[in-house]
């Protein structure tokens, strides 16, 4: 990465950039007062082998409580099946001041603030690039990167300098770069995609499993039991 790049921040949380993004926060504090309602921290290992690259904060969940993929049905399946692959310390994120901890795996996201209708502008997702170039800066060679949807998969690609043509987006498709990482692609593990079926726990799992075997860890342990219940 170049020394730009190095020397840029992986978050802000006085940043403003985006005034269509800064302006419904405003909104959104009016009503939610006791929300984060800001921009949100990648969260996990600093030294981690594994990048998780979402979307953006929820409403009711990062938005709400400052730690990505916490408080509402997206997190399920994910810290279940992290929880179940040796990442996390426990399978349920609820709050960001739990005593949940990631191992070899730090959670991120394309754009770091609320976007109306969880659907940011491509010149937010620009805007927001700097802070993901700067944090798969510190992914070492050999490691490896599972980025959640589209949107994630080609927020990653430009913040990696690569091009999308060459590497197109697709639910388990695995992506070489030149770097010496692996990029992962799964469908985004929000309500939509598993209550419709576009997304199930073994279709996630499998993900998972080769990431599993890129670095070396072992498989997982019966991930994919919904908890939404519990949260």
Do not use: W
Request: hydrophobic share 40%.
């Amino acid at each position: 990465m170049p020394d730009a790049v190095s020397a840029t921040p992986t978050y802000d949380a006085a940043c403003r950039r985006c005034a269509r993004l800064a302006g419904f926060l405003a909104e959104v504090r009016v009503g939610h007062p006791t929300y984060h309602c800001a921009p949100v921290a990648p969260f996990g290992d600093a030294a981690a082998r594994l990048v998780i690259v979402g979307l953006a904060p929820g409403m009711h969940g990062a938005n709400a409580t400052g730690r990505p993929f916490t408080g509402d049905y997206a997190g399920i399946l994910l810290y279940d099946t992290l929880h179940a692959y040796g990442y996390a310390s426990s399978p349920l994120s609820r709050t960001a001041d739990d005593p949940l901890t990631l191992a070899d795996c730090r959670i991120t996201n394309a754009v770091k603030c609320l976007p109306p209708g969880n659907k940011p502008t491509p010149g937010e997702v620009r805007a927001c690039n700097g802070f993901l170039a700067a944090d798969l800066a510190a992914l070492p060679a050999g490691g490896a990167i599972l980025a959640l949807g589209r949107i994630a998969h080609d927020a990653t690609l430009a913040a990696l300098g690569e091009r999308r043509s060459a590497h197109p987006f697709a639910h388990g498709a695995r992506h070489a770069l030149p770097s010496g990482v692996t990029m992962f692609d799964s469908y985004h593990c929000s309500r939509y995609n598993t209550n419709t079926g576009r997304l199930t726990a073994p279709m996630f799992r499998s993900v998972f499993d080769a990431i599993a075997a890129r670095l070396g860890r072992p498989p997982g342990a019966g991930a994919g039991k919904r908890r939404a219940a519990q949260v």
